[in-house]
């Protein structure tokens, strides 16, 4: 069955960074589309961004570009969010999510903190 752990959240202060990674398992990983996803505390959903299957073409929200990146590893089956000058309104718990055979699938979520 389809499995997506996300991992690497933590408390950071704010300008710092954090790398998340999202390992998935039960599909072909190098086949899919895959994203990133946020919920702040008390706020709803918000996309952070997507990349290509081949990891040749990324897309990122406004509120993100510029400080985040996407990348992926076929090999490992492993989905990445480097994350640099960290805001402290980029606290938040982060999903990946894969969107397969019209079933959305979600990882259990990391949480991140951008606190001083």
């Known amino acids: 069955q389809v499995q997506l752990v996300e991992s690497g959240g933590g408390l950071v202060q704010p300008g710092g960074s954090l790398r998340l990674s999202c390992a998935a398992s039960g599909f072909t990983f190098s086949n899919y589309y895959m994203s990133w996803v946020r919920q702040a505390p008390g706020k709803g959903l918000e996309w952070v961004g997507s990349i290509y299957n081949d990891g040749s073409i990324t897309y990122y929200a406004d509120s993100v570009k510029g400080r985040f990146t996407i990348s992926r590893d076929n090999a490992k089956n492993t989905l990445y969010l480097q994350m640099n000058s960290l805001k402290s309104e980029d606290t938040a718990v982060y999903y990946c999510?894969?969107?397969?055979?019209?079933?959305?699938?979600w990882g259990q979520g990391t949480r991140v903190t951008v606190s001083s």
């Open positions: 999510n894969l969107l397969m055979g019209g079933t959305l699938y």
